[in-house]
């Protein structure tokens, strides 16, 4: 909020309305400020409810809206612990905006490893199915033997064991 500037002004369409209103950068970041706030006094009512009155190690944010500037500053004055935002490092992905696709993608994987499914890349399995005819012969596509299940049904099958 102190950064903020009176000068900066942004456009916002009124809903139901052909016009757009302006607001300067400091009044949004008030708004925001204010919000975050009362949601990290939410989250510490809702530790204390639970009994947890310390937490050693700190607490750990994630997601998009870590990217905002200052969020640092008011989780730690608000919640009065360690606070440190989390950048995810798997799969090339260094934004903490992805933790949560990035997670569910190795919450999937460990489910597969779990039940006993082996993940086949595609390119070995499309290297492998590959024929190289001989010289002057057209070459003829192998499809697989196996019926191979949707992407629809892994999905559901996926958002089944969360709810198991």
Do not use: C, N, W
């Not at 799969?91 to 460990?110: D, H, K, N």
Request: charged letters at 30%; hydrophobic letters at 35%.
């Amino acid at each position: 909020y102190d950064d903020a500037s009176d000068d900066e002004l942004f456009e916002v369409p009124v809903i139901g309305a052909d016009s757009k209103d302006q607001y300067s950068q400091r009044y949004i970041s008030e708004i925001i400020g204010v919000r975050l706030e009362e949601l990290f006094d939410l989250v510490l009512e809702e530790l204390y409810r639970m009994g947890i009155h310390d937490l050693p190690g700190g607490v750990v944010l994630t997601g998009g809206t870590t990217k905002l500037e200052g969020i640092l500053q008011l989780a730690r004055h608000v919640l009065r612990t360690r606070v440190r935002i989390h950048t995810p490092e798997y799969i090339g992905v260094r934004e903490p905006m992805y933790s949560t696709a990035v997670g569910l993608i190795r919450y999937a994987s460990m489910e597969d490893s779990y039940f006993g499914i082996a993940a086949e890349s595609q390119t070995a399995a499309a290297h492998s199915e590959m024929d190289y005819p001989p010289a002057g012969k057209k070459k003829v596509a192998v499809q697989p033997k196996e019926k191979k299940t949707s992407f629809m049904s892994k999905t559901k099958k996926f958002f089944d064991g969360f709810f198991e």
